[in-house]
């Protein structure tokens, strides 16, 4: 599986931006996906994620009830749609696939090139 993020940007604080990782693979739909953020100096934190069925989601407390995973596994897609954001989102962000439905990075085999969210007061 390949995974290319995209649809970072500059955005003031309480704006909103969506994010998109598109996949390659015909088994795309048999994985979990999982969206990470990795700000300068720190470590790559989990964010939210989706498991294949796209029935069970979970997030991470500090973006829960702002953000919002999302998956179309006919177009190949997951989405992570990120409202009322704030300067603390500023980050790089990455997709993922796994084999699990999990919040650690260590379960993910399969990264994306990750893109730039910055968030300004």
């Known amino acids: 599986v390949q995974l290319q993020a995209s649809g970072g940007g500059l955005v003031q604080a309480g704006g909103s931006l969506r994010l998109s990782c598109v996949a390659s693979?015909?088994?795309?739909?048999?994985?979990?996906m999982g969206w990470f953020r990795q700000a300068p100096g720190k470590e790559r934190d989990f964010v939210a994620a989706i498991d294949w069925s796209g029935r069970n989601t979970y997030y991470a407390d500090s973006v829960k009830g702002r953000f919002t995973i999302s998956r179309d596994d006919v177009q190949k897609m997951v989405y992570l749609q990120m409202n009322d954001m704030k300067p603390e989102d500023t980050a790089v962000y990455y997709c993922?696939?796994?084999?699990?439905?999990?919040?650690?990075?260590?379960?993910?085999?399969?990264w994306g090139q990750g893109t730039q969210v910055t968030v300004s007061s």
């Open positions: 693979g015909r088994t795309f739909s048999t994985y979990g």
């Open positions: 993922a696939a796994g084999r699990m439905y999990s919040v650690r990075n260590r379960d993910y085999e399969y």
